[in-house]
């Protein structure tokens, strides 16, 4: 027998005996066998059944109801407000079970609450759904309220319209640490746009692009509403935020890319397309490059800061102060090396299918990577492999390796990490330090990690990890995904919105295209160059790169080479006049420079 199935087993001897008793019980037990009974029209939702049994309890002597009866009959009156037939009865009924239920003084449980504001919200009675919800609140206890026991008072005043009412429920369930979901912040931002409250209707999308990301069919149309209606047209900003582009543009990097914050921007009314996007992120509605979205400042500042301390609280524990320094040390190194624009993790890479009779560590396979790297870096910059100084000693005691290893650590490609010292917390640190990619299969799940804090920590390695395989001796490197499928709010004050799908080829995916055409005209009355976070990058790798390493080039050499750069960006239109122009000033300012 397998280990398995005797554990089976053994489980099903333990469990045989206490059914027969709990039988035996439950039919000389008159209260264990009425919530038997209100369980199995619960299962069958026989609403009428149930009450049947609850009327034979209440008259009779031999039952004392409690808390688990109650809260089983509500329940079953809950689910069957949405059956046209029942509504009424379950609503009616399902007040009388709760008055019985507070009067034998049964303190309702969150099951309870969440069943009869359910039952309020279908009268319509979204005050009471709300007050039944903050009476139980300030009671306080084991059993607090949730999102499902807030959200009936939530979507009934959303639903007739009682904006300001919604705000307060919105309000009591961030004061009590409670996140909005779809459904909630889909009904704010819907009631918010019906009675003309643009500010909210902006902070709504916002918290939709935060907390959602990818939207549902239903959801998209409460936004298309919204932007196709004669309200959003009118709006504006007010103060003129939308012509400083350099301002905006500063704050979606700041933002971790994919939004400002700042309000709306232009004026005019709103175009809605629905369309697709390319495999590069361009969106093939209105030419715009999608973003990526990474971690704000802020947040990745406060993970950089957590590893530290991690970091040394480890080493602490090894009882030496050595340790504490050498991590200081490293981080004093990268303060003056740190121009890299990827972290490699030397034994993941080195120890990558060697568990074979003479697999050992490969360097062939390490050197592949960090070429691989050096190549596509737009810079022509390498690397930094961070490897154990006991595994770089041996390295270098290999004739045939030492070459290689010398010149790696001469030209900075290697730091050799310390004996006793974990090399995990290196290549993290360099790699969040310095906003850059991590070169790893390692899934990072060592229980330290979740240290860190999972949400953000998974946000982060979707964004900076890069994982690899070696097909009979081929590297591929599996970089991010050059775009993120969450709501974009552009520096332009375009919006774009994926919506969620069934079918996992993202190519497919649906994305709403919201934009007004007087943003882009109003750019170039202003003359300031529109380009996106992501064409400003390679362009300034093209001032960067392109001038100052080729010296034999000519000019009309750079031309070529920028005027593809461009073509990379927008390969369907020719380049746009104002960055052509832009461009050819680059290149004869770099050229009277030499
Ligand atoms: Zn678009």
């Not at 206490?18 to 037990?29: H, I, Q, R, T």
């Not at 009156?77 to 949405?82: H, R, V």
């Not at 190519?507 to 882009?520: A, E, F, N, P, Q």
């Not at 000019?555 to 070529?560: A, E, L, R, T, V």
């Amino acid at each position: 027998m397998a280990a398995s199935d005797q554990r089976r087993s053994r489980q099903r001897d333990e469990e045989s005996p206490s059914k027969p008793n709990k039988k035996k019980k439950a039919s000389k037990n008159p209260e264990a066998n009425l919530l038997f009974n209100l369980n199995s029209c619960s299962k069958s939702k026989d609403l009428s059944a149930a009450l049947a049994l609850y009327d034979a309890a209440v008259t009779s002597s031999e039952v004392r109801l409690n808390q688990q009866h109650f809260q089983t009959l509500l329940y079953l009156c809950s689910a069957s407000i949405s059956e046209p037939s029942l509504q009424s009865l379950a609503i009616d009924r399902g007040f009388q079970v709760f008055d019985r239920m507070v009067s034998s003084g049964i303190s309702p449980n969150e099951a309870s609450v969440t069943s009869v504001a359910r039952l309020a919200a279908a009268k319509g009675d979204g005050d009471y759904a709300f007050k039944i919800v903050k009476d139980f609140a300030s009671v306080g206890g084991v059993s607090v309220p949730r999102l499902r026991t807030y959200a009936p008072a939530l979507l009934c005043f959303c639903e007739k319209l009682e904006a300001e009412k919604g705000y307060e429920v919105e309000e009591h369930m961030d004061a009590a640490g409670i996140a909005l979901e779809e459904a909630e912040i889909s009904a704010l931002l819907k009631v918010s746009a019906a009675t003309s409250r643009e500010k909210k209707v902006y902070r709504y999308l916002q918290k939709l692009r935060e907390n959602v990301g990818c939207v549902c069919e239903e959801t998209s149309k409460v936004v298309e509403e919204w932007f196709c209606g004669e309200k959003a047209g009118e709006v504006s900003d007010d103060n003129g935020i939308g012509s400083d582009v350099e301002m905006l543009r500063e704050a979606v990097l700041k933002n971790g890319g994919g939004w400002h914050g700042h309000g709306w921007v232009g004026e005019g009314k709103w175009v809605v397309k629905r369309g697709n996007v390319s495999s590069t992120g361009k969106c093939l509605s209105c030419s715009e490059q999608l973003g990526c979205v990474d971690a704000n400042e802020v947040e990745t500042q406060k993970f950089v800061d957590s590893l530290v301390a991690l970091a040394m609280e480890r080493k602490a524990k090894m009882n030496s102060c050595d340790k504490k320094v050498d991590f200081s040390e490293f981080q004093e190194w990268l303060e003056k090396h740190g121009e890299y624009e990827a972290i490699v993790d030397g034994a993941n890479i080195g120890l990558y299918q060697q568990n074979f009779a003479d697999g050992g560590f490969s360097l062939p396979q390490l050197e592949a990577v960090v070429k691989e790297l050096y190549h596509k870096s737009g810079n022509r910059k390498w690397p930094l492999i961070l490897l154990h100084k006991k595994r770089v000693r041996t390295l270098l005691e290999n004739s045939s390796h030492r070459n290689l290893v010398e010149e790696w650590i001469n030209n900075g490609v290697l730091y050799a990490t310390p004996p006793g010292s974990n090399d995990d917390w290196y290549w993290l640190y360099a790699a969040a330090k310095l906003k850059c990619l991590l070169v790893t299969n390692d899934e990072m799940r060592d229980h330290i990690f979740e240290l860190l804090g999972t949400s953000f920590f998974q946000k982060w390695k979707e964004r900076h990890q890069v994982r690899y395989t070696f097909t009979k001796g081929n590297l591929k490197l599996e970089m991010p995904p050059p775009f993120s499928v969450v709501i974009q709010e552009s520096e332009k004050g375009s919006w774009h919105v994926p919506v969620s799908c069934q079918n996992s080829v993202e190519s497919s995916r649906t994305w709403m295209c919201i934009s007004r055409k007087s943003v882009l005209d109003s750019h170039k009355v202003n003359g300031k160059l529109g380009t996106s976070g992501n064409e400003k990058k390679i362009l300034s790798s093209c001032n960067k790169s392109l001038l100052s390493s080729c010296d034999a080039a000519s000019f009309h050499d750079y031309i070529n080479e920028l005027f593809s750069t461009v073509r990379c960006l927008n390969p369907k239109r020719s380049p746009p006049l104002i960055i052509v122009s832009y461009l050819l000033t680059v290149v004869v300012v770099g050229f009277r420079s030499r």
